[in-house]
């Protein structure tokens, strides 16, 4: 049974791809998915950060594409998890002309044998970076935060997705600020749906705990207490097929979380 | 008698010269010299030419018009004819044809069309819709369109939610800004054209069936 390689893109930089695509592909690890996620952000690699993964990195993308290693010798594996979560780095060292859509498209076909998922991050930008990133992809996930530049960014993407034959892009909208949401102040979650006109495949509320755990390297999505984690692991149920009501951000009181709370965590 | 190979015959529209269109050309040009030296009328008249189902080349007409323009007492308003290329017949056909897309036309992309566009689905913000016909959207335009490309100053824009940044009909422009003359009503299906003096306008459907009747090609009222 092949895997299925999803592309996690934005167009536009610092809306969260990279905090996504480690906490979707945590989440996914926690369902008993076999996950690697694959850092395609040559030059400016910081997935393994996000991950706690830094100090265990011996070879990279690059190493393998150019023939310097085997592709298992370069998976970092995740101790968190059995057998559950690997990541392929990006080279630090290079560029991202250091490869080509064609090489990386074949790396991704090999890793999808071995993989139930193989999530790609994508760099910001149109340009070779994202054209390396799609080029393995069976689906791609569009992240968004709810600012009329990022959503523009987005639409573009999409657009771009559509003609790569990638069906039917899914969104994210990361960062959500209730209060200013609610005051009509940003772009709503309805708003920002209907404008794009994909299908929304979950939303992310802003949390200050994201940055924090960024930080220390281990995803927010493994403290189930966390607003963003019950986001992500939302994500991940509907990647495999669940069907998850969209999260109340409106009326979230103590009251209403702790009953969201005891669903997820048990 | 050479000379029945050109015949000329009158019309509510004008006089209509016929070419005979199965003698060879040469025996045409000689029979059309010696009708244009010995045919006299009370002053210069404007004719039209039919060459019937003779297909004549560029170079051909040219031939034929030199003749005209020899002439003392005619010359030619238009040339027709019962036949055409198969080229010169696609790119009419293009032209009338009207395309469908169905689907978002997003920020970067442009959708380009060779007579009238249908887009059923929205334009997002710069995105952008180019045709040398109308354009109509069943859908939001939030980004650019552009009727007319070709010069057509006839062209329409007609969306049922209108909300564009940028408008062109022609080689008009509009910005649809704060500063622009254009009047968004929302809820409302809006078209675009542009009036007699040049000047772009926005109305109402109602408008549009007047001022451009030629659009429909069913009128009046239905049972």
Known sequence: MMGEAIVITSGKGGVGKTTASANIGT???LNDQRVCLVDTDIGLRNLDVVLGLENRIIYDLVDVIEGRCKLHQALVKDKRFED???LLPAAQTRDKLAVSPEQVGALIQELKQE??????DSPAGIEQGYQNAVAGADRAIVVTVPEISAVRDADRIIGMLEQEDIPHPMLVINR?????????????????TTHLSIDLLGIVVDDESVIASSNKGEPIVLDPSSRASIGYRNIAR?????SVPLMNIEEESPGFFSKLKSLFTK | MPTKHVTMKGTRDGL????????????LLSSLERFLTDERVAEKIEVDVHLGYRYCSEEMIKQIETLFQQSAYFTVREYDSFVVTKELCRREVEKLKTEQYIGIVRSGQVLQAEGDIVIIGDINPNGKVVANGNIFILGQLKGAAHAGAAGDVKSV????????THLMIADVTELVNEDS?????ANRMECVHLLDNGQMTMSELKDLRLARPDLMTRIGGFQ
Not at chain 1, 176 to 192: F, Q, S, W
Not at chain 1, 238 to 242: A, M, N, T, W
Not at chain 2, 16 to 26: A, G, K, M, Q, R
Not at chain 2, 157 to 164: E, G, T, Y
């Open chain 2, 157 to 164: 824009i007609v969306a049922s939610h209108m909300d564009p």
């Open chain 1, 238 to 242: 509907r990647i495999l097929g669940e």
């Open chain 2, 181 to 185: 003359s254009l009047l968004l009503h």
């Open chain 1, 27 to 29: 989440a996914l690890a």
């Open chain 1, 84 to 86: 559950g979560l690997y």
């Open chain 1, 176 to 192: 959500i600020k209730r209060n200013l949401m609610a005051r009509g102040e940003a772009l709503d979650v309805n708003e920002i």
């Open chain 2, 16 to 27: 209509i010269i016929h070419l005979n269109d199965s003698c060879t050309f040469e025996q």
């Open chain 1, 115 to 120: 993989f139930d998922y193989v999530l790609i």
